[in-house]
């Protein structure tokens, strides 16, 4: 997950990855404190993990978004023999189906990653 903080002299964001689902979890691996370089200014300070916000990750919405594209046309290039034949009736609701069901799992996997996003906010290290 992207996490990030804002440097303590420029005010710009400085941002890391790692995989911590909670403010607990992060100071497990890197510690209550720990110190990060802004790449604007080159300072390196301490920041606390209440410091700490997480962001969703743009690459792994785009990137569910054009698997699951390209899966919606790998199954109508697949079952275009058939689709060719059958009543057109029967093709538009078996495409419109196939979109559904795939339009529910990315809002599945998003809902998911913004529910995890607002859970790491929410926690507070104590």
Not at 63 to 72: D, E, R, T, V, Y
Not at 83 to 104: D, E, H, K, S, Y
């Amino acid at each position: 997950m992207r996490l990030y903080t804002c440097c303590i002299d420029c005010r710009r964001d400085i941002s890391f990855y790692e995989n911590a689902k909670d403010r607990y979890a992060l100071a497990i691996i890197r510690g209550q404190s720990f110190e990060l370089i802004c790449e604007n200014c080159d300072k390196l300070s301490y920041y606390h993990v209440n410091q700490i916000r997480m962001d969703q990750n743009k690459a792994i919405t785009l990137g569910i978004l054009s698997l699951l594209i390209g899966c919606a046309m790998g199954l109508i290039y697949y079952f275009w023999p058939q689709l060719t034949r059958a009543p057109i009736v029967l093709v538009i609701w078996g495409l419109i189906g196939m979109l559904g069901v795939l339009f529910l799992i990315y809002q599945e996997i998003t809902t998911k990653h913004k529910s995890q996003v607002v859970y790491f906010n929410r926690r507070i290290y104590r």
